[in-house]
């Protein structure tokens, strides 16, 4: 499956008042060119912080559900956050990472994801419910199932890498994104 693709599954599944805050890189720019909302926030640049506000969010919005779209490099960079969101475990966090092996957007570099699976990680942590994916099919079902429960929940899309690199870049400035997010979010 390629990362569009598990994005196109993704997407229409979330509905408009649900917060999302996303990873940098191509995880940033697909949700962008998809599907631009005013309760996205675009990480543009901080790589590995996505996961800590969602949990900032999370825990202030707890009527909230509030989505993570990661990249498996972005997690990586900041693992410890993993252990943070399990101990806090936010009943309304749900944590989704894009996981194609590589730092794509700067130039495809082998992550240690390969070798190292981020969703026994976060099982470990302490998630309430961890599931795995690598089939286009089944991302609409397990996303779906996992919203329902209770969390902190993470759900592992297995993709290629092989996000399109004509894909343009957020056109918000970071000032426009937090507003729109802070306005959306109430």
Same mark, same amino acid.
């Given at each position: ?14 509905? =408009? *008042?649900?917060?999302?805050? %996303? ?12 599907? =631009? ?16 506000? @969602? ?14 779209? *990661? ?23 749900? %944590? $989704?990472?894009? *996981? ?29 419910? $961890?599931?795995? $994916?690598?089939?286009?099919? =089944? $991302? ?10 209770? @969390? ?11 996000? =399109? %690199?004509?894909? @343009? ?16 979010? @109430?």
């Amino acid at each position: 499956m390629k990362g569009t693709e598990a994005f196109q599954e993704l997407l229409p599944l979330i509905k =408009d *008042d649900e917060p999302v805050v %996303h990873a940098n890189g191509f995880i940033c720019r697909e949700s962008f060119a998809l599907k =631009d909302r005013k309760a996205n926030f675009y990480m543009i640049g901080s790589m590995g912080l996505a996961s800590s506000i @969602g949990l900032g969010v999370a825990l202030c919005k707890p009527e909230k559900k509030v989505i993570i779209i *990661d990249g498996d490099g972005n997690v990586l960079m900041a693992l410890g956050t993993l252990a943070m969101i399990a101990a806090e475990a936010p009943e309304n966090l749900f %944590h $989704v990472v894009i *996981d194609n092996e590589v730092y794509e957007s700067t130039g495809s570099q082998r992550s240690l994801s390969g070798k190292v699976q981020l969703e026994e990680i976060a099982k470990s942590s302490g998630y309430k419910n $961890v599931f795995r $994916v690598e089939k286009k099919e =089944d $991302v609409k079902p397990q996303f779906l199932r996992l919203k329902e429960l209770p @969390g902190p929940n993470f759900l592992l899309i297995k993709v290629e890498p092989c996000f =399109d %690199h004509s894909t @343009g870049r957020v056109t918000h400035t970071p000032e426009e994104i937090t507003e729109r997010f802070m306005e959306a979010v @109430g």
